[in-house]
Nanobody, 124 residues
Framework: QVQLVESGGGLVQAGDSLRLSCATS????????WGWFRQAPGKEREFVAA???????YYADSVKGRFTISRDNVKSTIYLQMDTLKPEDTAIYYC??????????????????WGRGTQVTVSS
């Protein structure tokens, strides 16, 4: 049974940092591209970052230079280090696996399944 468990969210102030984790099981972790997405109230789910099997990384322009995605193939876990957080980063953050081609890596419909997410709230 595939499981994704996101954790590490919380309430922080603008400028603070958080490190999100996504622990996975029941899947062939090493063979997937893994992505982080977020969804704020009343908005669509949006791409944040992705990491391919080669460990090549991709970021949304809004987080580039502030967020870092990484993967641990031994622990089957994905991380998102978030620095210099802003109020507009407030959302529920989700991880998900994909085998999308590079041109589709930002499309949430190309990801197979989702965890329950972890809430990140950044106060000004």
């Amino acid at each position: 049974q595939v499981q994704l468990v996101e954790s590490g969210g919380g309430l922080v102030q603008a400028g603070d940092s958080l490190r999100l984790s996504c622990a996975t099981s029941g899947n062939d972790f090493r063979t997937y591209t893994w992505g982080w997405f977020r969804q704020a109230p009343g908005k669509e789910r949006e791409f944040v970052a992705a990491i391919r099997t080669t460990s090549q990384t991709y970021y949304a322009d809004s987080v580039k230079g502030r967020f870092t995605i990484s993967r641990d193939n031994v622990k089957s876990t994905i991380y998102l280090q978030m620095d210099t957080l802003k109020p507009e980063d407030t959302a529920i953050y989700y991880c998900a696996p994909s085998r999308a081609v590079l041109s589709a890596i930002r499309d949430p419909t190309m990801y197979y399944y989702w965890g329950r997410g972890t809430q990140v709230t950044v106060s000004s």
